[in-house]
């Protein structure tokens, strides 16, 4: 199966601050690769897929890049409501395994 | 609007199965694939599998092969998830989400907390 794997798994920011996420897949995976958001209690919700194409609905202080084994999910601005966990998930090769990172929290400093 | 609503929490023992249950709404059912995702408490997400509601095609992680069924029902545009011989550690938070052929989900249910005690 292919890793991913996440860094920081925790950051602490504050409101106004631009923080940006890696993700760095074990192989290639050209471009496919999404991230998520997850806050306490809820189920996870959309934000990039494809590496860079922003969700319907999902603020354009979001934006993804990265192709091949190396991503970056970067927030600008941060809000009060952007705290929460941060899932890259590549989908490379299906049939092959989806596998997630294993998560970075962003928590306010 | 879509909607995926996922059946009640469940309690089992050990050695037991389960079957959630997610009903969609607000689009073609067999449009879009499923896909189950499960949450330990405290932990990531961990990718189970996903069935192709058009034809009944499943995709499922090794990691639970044989001891997972994913079936659909088109006419109410449901989708099940079986699991049996539970451990403790199938104790989780398990999600259906509405999957696009690339992979990613853009629709989760609300997740049926299954707990594994004896």
């Known amino acids: 199966d292919i890793q991913m794997t996440q860094s920081p798994s925790s950051l602490s920011a504050s409101v106004g601050d631009r923080v940006t996420i890696t993700c760095r897949a074990s192989q290639s995976i050209s471009s496919y690769l999404n991230w998520y958001q997850q806050k306490p209690g809820k189920a996870p919700k959309l934000l990039i897929y494809l590496a860079s194409s922003l969700q319907s609905g999902v603020p354009s202080r979001f934006s993804g890049s990265g192709s091949g084994t190396d991503f970056t999910l970067t927030i600008n601005s941060l809000q009060p409501e952007d705290f929460a966990t941060y899932y890259c998930q590549q989908t490379y090769g299906i049939p092959l395994p989806i596998t997630f990172g294993q998560g970075t929290r962003l928590e306010i400093k | 609007q879509v909607q995926l609503v996922q059946s009640g929490a469940e309690v089992r023992k050990p050695g037991a199965s389960v079957k959630v249950s997610c009903k969609a709404s607000?689009?073609?059912?067999?449009?879009?694939?499923i896909h189950w995702v499960r949450q330990a408490p405290g932990q990531g997400l961990e990718w189970m599998g996903w069935i192709n509601p058009n034809s009944g095609d499943t995709n499922y992680s090794q990691k639970f092969q044989g001891r997972v069924a994913m079936t659909r029902d088109t006419s109410i545009s449901a989708a099940y998830m079986d699991l049996s011989r539970l451990t403790s550690d199938d104790t989780a938070l398990y999600y259906c989400?509405?999957?696009?052929?690339?992979?990613?989900?853009?629709?989760w249910g609300q997740g049926t907390l299954v707990t594994v005690s004896s």
């Open positions: 989400a509405r999957g696009y052929s690339s992979g990613y989900s853009d629709y």
């Open positions: 607000g689009y073609t059912f067999t449009y879009y694939y």
